[in-house]
């Protein structure tokens, strides 16, 4: 079965600061992978995803995430932080032909001033 | 371009009562439909999906039904609402072949 551990629910950074919010797998096969972000009282947006090729994945907003499967991770990161970037975060796996998405428990960044 | 579309934004409703969440696409066909549920420091929890019309799969027993009676309209359900089906519930599709799923702005619901 699938699933999905985002380490850490809350995480701060100062702003212009690098942002880390880590993401472990558990999938059979091979995986698709992706990080959405939910502002307040909204639905989720999709940061980025990795199906297949290249294992560092650009998204918007200048996040980036890596697949490494040796270590069955998908850390999302971002080189300075930005108060805009005040958000929850969820990852989430999938596998071709289940059908379904599964998210981790999300992680709450906050931006310092 | 594909739209989605869920209503009500916001739902108050006594314990008890029925509750009818609906969510349509826009844009595409035969798409995968899925209603989640957030709970606060819960993550997401998938409820249903349903790959075509008529056929819904339920990932965990609950108060909550659901059916699609269009190809592009998802409707969530209860005949009694419980305190515990607060929430904040979100519908979302996919194209088949699974790459990323599409959020609609969700329903935050509260049973008093």
């Known amino acids: 079965a699938q699933s999905v551990t985002q380490l850490g629910s809350h995480v701060s950074v100062s702003e212009g600061a690098l942002v880390l919010l880590r993401c472990n797998y558990s999938s059979s096969v091979p995986p698709y992978l992706f990080w959405y972000v939910q502002y307040p009282n909204q639905g989720l947006q999709l940061l980025l995803k990795y199906t297949t090729g290249a294992t560092l994945v650009k998204g918007i907003n200048g996040f980036e995430a890596e697949f490494k499967k040796s270590e069955t991770s998908f850390h999302l990161t971002k080189p300075s932080a930005h108060m805009s970037d005040a958000a929850e975060y969820f990852c989430?796996?999938?596998?071709?032909?289940?059908?379904?998405?599964?998210f981790g428990t999300g992680t709450r960044l906050k931006v310092l001033a | 371009s594909q739209t989605i579309h869920q209503w009500p934004a916001t739902l108050v409703q006594p314990v008890g009562s029925p509750l009818s969440l609906e969510c349509t696409v826009e844009g595409t066909s035969n798409p995968n439909l899925y209603w989640y549920r957030q709970a606060a420091g819960r993550g997401l929890q998938l409820l249903f999906y349903?790959?075509?019309?008529?056929?819904i799969s339920s990932e965990v027993p609950q108060n909550l039904s659901a059916s699609r009676p269009q190809d592009r309209q998802f409707i969530l359900s209860s005949k009694k609402l419980l305190l515990s089906d607060s929430g904040f519930y979100l519908c979302?599709?996919?194209?088949?072949?699974?790459?990323?799923?599409?959020f609609g702005q969700g329903t935050r619901l509260t049973v008093v």
């Open positions: 989430a796996v999938s596998q071709v032909g289940t059908y379904k998405y599964i």
């Open positions: 979302a599709w996919s194209e088949q072949g699974n790459t990323e799923a599409f």
């Open positions: 349903s790959v075509g019309i008529g056929q």
